[in-house]
């Protein structure tokens, strides 16, 4: 093993430098800046290098962690970058925004007493350093494939889908009802957390490789999807999930209560140059105003801090459990509380008070019973516990659903779980129609992005055996991607 590693017990953890919470309030600005090649070797260079590597197995990508580490500590760049996209099609992107104190960062093994290799910003940094020198190139297939695929969605599943089939010499169209490229990366994760011109690079390079993109296109209205069936030798759906759950409390029809995703999506398209009337009239805008956002997943804590950025005066997060149970992020809370966000822990609204304009939440205090059948202690009222929050906007994130898609698909065969999810078969990626794959948050419900790139590559993989079994090509199917 090279001497450079295994610095952890020498050099502490350290991650980029993060910008100050007063500057970054002010603008939509990636937190975090590059990382210095130096410290990014010295970084990598704390690694243990395992033998059971846990960072890797908790990793939903598999990558291979220990070894470009290893090379990005020996300022192998080139090398670590062939490695890290081998198994994830935008490691840039991961490197950002997967809540790595959850997944490869939370299971290395030196955190117990010295706290983690900085596993994420380093996968970013290499990859940043990769397209900056021109390592990355379209896909150049060796063979052009006459089968063509049809992808709905242009999401994190969709692309990955995409860019695997069409490395393999397949023609690839996707489908998406948005004007640009990149599902929520593009319309719903702000810009602090991961800047859209990381987005707009990722299609350039797909698009530049002969994915076509057909934008402005909903399937089940601009065209069927029997008629996309017949277009294509397979389809893959990967259309996420967007609708809004919601609250049943008095005057929650209010104005100005509004669902999370229209507030940060009129905030992301403002922010890419589009006119946003919405936006302008001060709708979807928290500029001056006392923002309330109830929920305590990754959705809220992207709210109020875009509240922040965009001038409210107050922004105050109402979640029902306390913070040690909350599921957005722990680092997104502590990003959140240094931007000036008060976190109103263990509280549910009651009520909206106000007339035609929402003015305030009537809450009640919470506090946590007992468990139910999955062992998480479930809220309950504290009798006699309400208080009032003033409030000119109330922005609600409590999750999300799919939408009815066999209905909106004309396609009552198409397999739904009873939450309305897809069903697959996970071994082989496809529903019980011939031909035709899923995967992403419209099969997992809302989930995360990476788990949207696994899905899409074992996706790859299956319609690649598919097709080639269907031919009679005797040539053996791509492993499933992993
Ligand atoms: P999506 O990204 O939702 O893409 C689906 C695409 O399908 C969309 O472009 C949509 O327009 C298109 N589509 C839908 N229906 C049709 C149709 N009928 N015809 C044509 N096109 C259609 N995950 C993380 O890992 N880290 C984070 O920090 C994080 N933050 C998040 C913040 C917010 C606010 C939200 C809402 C989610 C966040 N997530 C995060 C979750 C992550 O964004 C999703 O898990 C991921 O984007 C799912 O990918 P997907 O490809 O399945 O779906
Ligand atoms: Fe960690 Fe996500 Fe990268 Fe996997 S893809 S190594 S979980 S940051
Ligand atoms: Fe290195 Fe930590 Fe992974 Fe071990 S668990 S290989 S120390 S990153």
């Known amino acids: 093993m090279s001497s450079k590693m295994m610095q952890f017990v020498s050099v502490p953890k350290a991650m980029p430098d993060k910008r100050p919470a007063e500057t970054r309030r002010a603008d939509f ?3 975090y800046e590059a990382f210095e090649p130096d410290r990014a070797a010295q970084q990598a260079a704390r690694c243990e290098q395992c033998g059971i590597p846990f960072c890797q197995v908790h990793c939903p990508l598999n990558n291979n962690i220990p070894d470009w580490l290893r090379m990005a500590a020996e300022g192998r760049l080139e090398e670590a970058y062939e490695l890290a996209s081998a198994t994830n099609n935008m490691p840039e992107i991961c490197g950002r925004i997967c809540p790595q104190d959850r997944l490869c960062e939370g299971n290395c093994v030196i955190e117990k007493g010295f706290e983690s290799v900085t596993i994420g910003a380093v996968e970013k940094h290499i990859t940043d350093t990769a397209f900056e020198r021109g390592w990355i190139k379209p896909a150049r297939p060796t063979i052009e494939r006459p089968e063509s695929i049809g992808v709905i969605g242009a999401g994190p599943a969709g692309l990955a889908v995409a860019d695997q089939l069409r490395q393999l010499g397949y023609k690839v169209t996707v489908y998406d009802r948005y004007d640009r490229v990149g599902g929520l990366l593009i319309y719903g994760i702000p810009g602090f957390k991961l800047e859209k011109s990381v987005v707009e690079r990722r299609a350039r390079l797909l698009a530049d490789g002969g994915v076509r993109f ?22 893959f759906i990967g259309t996420g999930v967007y609708r809004p759950r919601d609250l049943s409390v008095p005057g929650v029809g209010l104005d100005n209560i509004v669902p999370a995703l229209d507030y940060l999506t009129a905030s992301n398209r403002k922010g890419l140059g589009d006119p946003v009337p919405a936006f302008d009239s001060g709708a979807l805008n928290a500029a001056g105003k006392r923002v ?44 959140a509380e240094e931007e000036g966000v008060e976190f109103v822990w263990q509280a549910a609204p009651e009520a909206f008070l106000g007339d035609g304009d929402v003015s305030g939440v009537r809450a009640v205090r919470m506090r946590l019973g007992a468990p139910d059948a999955t062992g998480r202690q479930q809220p309950e009222v504290i009798p006699e516990s309400s208080f009032t929050l003033e409030a000119d906007l109330v922005i609600k994130a409590l999750g999300f659903d799919p939408d009815d898609l066999p209905g909106l698909f004309d396609e009552p065969a198409l397999p739904v779980t009873r939450w309305g999810t897809i069903r697959i078969d996970w071994d082989t990626m496809m ?12 099969v997992r419900g809302a989930s995360l992005v990476v788990w949207g790139v696994r899905d899409g590559r074992d996706a790859a993989a299956a319609i690649d055996g598919y ?7 005797n040539t053996p199917a791509l492993a499933m991607a992993s």
């Open 431 to 442: 529903t019980s129609l011939p031909g035709v794959f899923a995967g992403g948050d419209i």
């Open 214 to 235: 057909e934008l402005n296109c909903e399937i089940g209205r601009t065209v069927t999807f029997t008629e996309l069936r017949a277009r294509h030798a397979a389809l």
């Open 29 to 31: 600005r990636e937190i």
């Open 467 to 473: 097709l080639q079994a269907k031919q009679g090509v």
């Open 292 to 335: 309330v956002v109830i929920g305590g997943g990754d959705t809220a804590m992207d709210c109020v801090r875009t509240a922040v950025r965009q001038g409210a005066v107050s922004v105050r997060c109402l979640y029902r459990r306390d913070r040690a149970n909350m599921p957005g992020s722990v680092r997104e809370v502590a990003h």
